[in-house]
């Protein structure tokens, strides 16, 4: 078992930036890469940004390029998401998870709890 804690969420004003962190704990050995979903009210869950497990390559949905970085420190166990340029439209709950690295959530394999984003005018 993998276990995934995100956090950093909050409220932000329009421009703004906030950092996500995904600490993982339990079986370790057992997380490749990860990767961060959004999922607004209403609407599905949506692939936001992933990492590979040596941090070497990475992959953006196209919505958030150029302005979230993700990154990840394997000696603490942890990946970050660093949004900046926030929009209105970023609003979600943010999770993480772990599993292929790609942009389909059924290949991920244990999520965490999720943090939510609140953008504001």
């Known amino acids: 078992q993998v276990q995934l804690v995100e956090s950093g969420g909050g409220l932000v004003q329009a421009g703004g930036s906030l950092r996500l962190s995904c600490a993982a704990s339990g079986r370790t050995t057992s997380f490749y890469a990860i990767g961060w979903f959004c999922q607004a009210p209403g609407k599905d869950r949506e692939f936001v940004a992933a990492?590979?497990?040596?941090?070497?390559?990475?992959y953006y949905a196209n919505s958030v390029k150029g302005r979230f970085t993700i990154s990840r420190d394997n000696a603490k166990n942890t990946v970050y998401l660093q949004m900046n340029s926030l929009k209105l439209e970023d609003t979600a709950v943010y999770f993480c998870a772990t599993g292929s690295g790609s942009s389909r959530s059924g290949e991920y394999y244990y999520w965490g709890q999720g943090t939510q984003v609140t953008v504001s005018p």
């Open positions: 990492i590979s497990l040596s941090g070497a390559r990475t």
